[in-house]
């Protein structure tokens, strides 16, 4: 069961709580309370390399507090946007060499990244407020929510 919903930015109308929370239940198929590798591969907004970086831990399993962590660091970079911009550098007249293909590339994944991340959260709280609503709909407080199908 979940229970609230806060802001954090305008496009994150749900808490990194309830976030993690959802997704924990609902891609958790062992019930272990914790994500694996395998099982975080179903999560949209975590990669493999992703998944690697936010077990800081590093025992092969993503806690809950290491989920939260990582939409904490997510939700920054997203608020942060890109601080450098490579392709500006060749567009500028700099001749294009390894390290500034790599970094362009490097910023167009980021920034895919960031993209998924943003879309997920958006239809995270979504079906989260559509449940609220269905909810309140029936009747119930409303104080707690189960998306876990």
Known sequence: MISGASGYMPIFRISNQTAVDLMVDKYDL????????????????????????????????????????YLNQMKLEVG????????????GGEGINEDTFTEIVSQAENQE????????????????????KLQNAGGEDGNSVDLSA
Not at 80 to 91: E, F, H, K, R
Not at 116 to 132: C, G, K, P, R, V
């Open 30 to 69: 062992d019930k272990s309370g914790d994500l694996d590798v395998d099982e975080a591969q179903n999560v949209p907004i975590l990669s493999r390399k992703n998944f690697e970086s936010a077990d800081s831990f590093g025992d092969g399993k993503l806690t809950k507090p290491e989920f939260m962590s």
């Open 80 to 91: 942060q946007g890109s601080t450098i911009n490579p392709l500006a550098l060749v567009l």
């Open 113 to 132: 990244s960031k993209q998924n991340f943003i879309n997920y959260m958006l239809h995270l709280t979504d079906e989260y407020e559509a449940a609220l």
